[in-house]
């Protein structure tokens, strides 16, 4: 990337539909109605030979208190002073308004490199407001259309003589999940190691949870500075933003998600938008922290969001918030790890983490968690000490013979990482039941030290190799006329 570029304006001029044309993808939430956007959303950008990192904004209004406006206001004045170069739009056929004279009075002292456009400048209806924009004293306005791509040959020109003043950014690269090992290569096992964040590939975290948990807060924390936009108001975010950072000396990148409440009450068209922007960042994750509310833990969709994570495949790191004002802290503490085992036994051994979002209490555990949850989610035991393990397993407990039939274990092998995933050959595996594989993959975590982490295993017949296997047998008739061969006449 080489420089960047704050796109600012009114509510519902577009800002947010050229985010995502710039970016390529549908990152930002887009609806008719004005102030969606409310955090600082960063994005790559793309425009011809161009690659530069662009923030999309909340809309500018004329309110500086501590109003949910005048918050967010704040928040894009900072934009404006992060960025280098700022793309002030105006709604081309509304025509320049007072407010829009006001912000550019404001972006001149605050920016020294300031993109007037005039979007929406499709069509006859917008030619007076694209001349009503010289008078903002801007410079010479792009006329653009966001939504249908056109003007963009006109951005480029006017950034691109600025794109040689800025220095070159390091390109930001997505980590890989869910590898693959190869089953037949034993030689490696011993030497192999957990990969290690970087700065080109650094440690991707999703804090989740219901609307009001804290988690932009406990953002804020971790960062040390005010970067996502908080208060007493429940739903503020709406978008999932990924911000990357370094705690502690380990390149991460944090996505704060938008609340989660029950499917039942989420009836707003805009607020299902924000709850799959939500979904799509666990799944995007590597290790995903579920923030409850010390008040209120462990509802019902506390546990949905941790059992979708689990489902995902992906770490999980249980995060206890508003500690500070709790007062019967080692009871309250005791029945949360009750409450834990009990309602979520498909996470036994998670960490279960005491944070105060608003002192900043408790991160240290926070960040020792995340990095231990990761390093088992990456976790290779070697097929040696697997097939011991099993051995001892099956002498213990020998599986079920249903039907009169002893189902058979015979080998076993780890097939992948992030999550673990084991295959074990065996003897009619559609026999096994459930009971005797989770007997198996608690003896994994026990004994291999892989509490808490989704672990996958597999039961394969060893007949899986047969490429006939599961062929309708042909009639006899087809069969003999094929052998005859064609019929001559």
């Known amino acids: 990337m080489s420089f960047t570029l704050a796109i600012v304006g009114r509510p519902n001029v577009g800002k947010s539909t050229l985010f995502n044309r710039l970016v390529g993808k549908k990152l930002a939430l887009v609806d008719d109605q004005p102030g969606v956007t409310r955090d600082l959303r960063e994005g790559e950008a793309r425009l011809a030979d161009l690659r530069f990192t662009v923030i999309d904004t909340a809309g500018l209004e004329d309110a500086t208190d501590d109003s949910l406006q005048g918050r967010m206001r704040r928040l894009t004045e900072r934009a404006v002073e992060m960025a280098d170069i700022c793309l002030f739009m105006i709604d081309a056929r509304a025509g320049v308004t007072p407010l829009d004279e006001m912000f550019a009075d404001i972006l001149r002292k605050k920016s020294a490199n300031v993109v007037l456009a005039a979007n929406k400048g499709e069509g006859a209806a917008a030619d007076a407001g694209v001349i009503e924009a010289y008078n903002l004293g801007l410079g010479e306005p792009i006329r653009l259309s966001a939504e249908h791509g056109e003007g963009l040959n006109d951005l480029y020109t006017q950034l691109m003589p600025l794109a040689d003043q800025f220095e070159a950014q390091a390109v930001q690269d997505t980590p890989e999940t869910d590898v693959d090992l190869d ?20 440690l991707q975290v999703a804090v989740v949870g219901r609307p009001n948990a804290g988690k932009s807060t406990l953002i804020n924390q971790i960062l040390g500075e005010e970067r996502l936009l908080t208060g007493p108001e429940a739903g ?4 999932a933003i990924s911000l990357r950072m370094e705690w502690d000396g380990v390149p991460m990148r944090i996505f704060d998600t938008a609340g989660m409440r029950k499917k039942a009450k989420v009836q707003e068209k805009l607020e299902k938008l924000s709850v799959s ?14 923030l409850l509310d010390a008040d209120i833990p462990f509802e019902q969709q506390d546990l949905r969001i941790a059992d979708l994570a689990e489902r995902e495949g992906r770490a999980v790191v249980v995060a206890v918030n508003k500690w500070d004002i709790e007062e019967n802290k080692q009871d309250k503490l005791r029945d949360l790890k009750e409450s ?16 105060s979002a608003k002192t900043g209490r408790g991160l240290d555990r926070l960040q020792q968690a995340i990095m231990r949850a990761h390093d088992v989610w990456n976790r290779r035991v070697p097929t040696a000490a697997l097939n011991r393990w099993l051995i001892g397993m099956l002498e213990q407990h020998p599986p079920p013979a249903p039907q009169g039939k002893r189902i058979k274990l015979r080998y076993m092998t780890q097939a992948k990482t992030r999550p673990p995933g084991f295959v074990v050959m065996c003897s009619h595996p559609d026999k096994m039941p459930e009971s005797y594989k989770r007997y198996l993959v608690n003896g994994l975590r026990q004994d291999f030290d892989m509490p808490g982490t989704p672990i996958r295993l597999t039961l394969r017949s060893q007949n899986d190799k047969n490429p006939f296997k599961g062929r309708k047998k042909a009639p006899p008739s087809k069969l003999r006329k094929h052998l005859k061969g064609p019929q001559r006449g």
């Open 183 to 202: 089953e037949d290569d034993d030689d490696d096992e011993e030497n192999y190691t957990v990969p290690v964040p970087t700065t080109a590939k650094p």
């Open 277 to 290: 922007d939500g979904l799509r960042a666990v799944k995007f994750a590597e290790v995903v922290v579920v």
């Open 340 to 355: 834990f085992t009990r309602l979520l036994p498909q996470l036994r051994g998670a960490p279960l983490i005491t944070v």
């Open 236 to 239: 503020i975010t709406r978008d």
